[in-house]
């Protein structure tokens, strides 16, 4: 049974910085692509960033230049560093492991931009 659990989401003013964390068990993590997702309240929940197994990396154009995803197989832990951030990217955040026909969600993360 494979379970992502998210971390690090909170409440930080405009201009500020925020690290999400996603830790995965029970499966070959370095193999599969890692995702966050984001849905703000009414909306459809939208790509945010992905990561494949050799590292390549692409962006939403709403968070390019100030997002960057990561991961860690070693730990089994994908990050989202999300710095200059704006009201806009109040959401719940989602991380995703997804290949080989299967996808995981983790189970959401709650975060607020507001002065």
């Known amino acids: 049974q494979v379970q992502l659990v998210e971390s690090g989401g909170g409440l930080v003013q405009p201009g500020g910085s925020l690290r999400l964390s996603c830790a995965a068990s029970?499966?070959?993590?370095?193999?599969?692509?890692l995702a966050w997702y984001r849905q703000a309240p009414g909306k459809q929940r939208d790509l945010v960033a992905t990561?494949?197994?050799?590292?390549?990396?692409n962006y939403a154009d709403s968070v390019k230049d100030r997002f960057t995803i990561s991961r860690d197989n070693a730990k089994n832990t994908v990050f989202l560093q999300m710095d200059s951030l704006k009201p806009d990217d109040t959401a719940v955040y989602y991380c995703?492991?997804?290949?080989?026909?299967?996808?995981?969600w983790g189970q959401g993360t709650q975060d607020t931009v507001s002065s």
């Open positions: 029970g499966s070959i993590f370095s193999a599969y692509v």
């Open positions: 995703k492991m997804y290949g080989f026909g299967y996808d995981y």
């Open positions: 990561i494949n197994n050799n590292g390549r990396t």
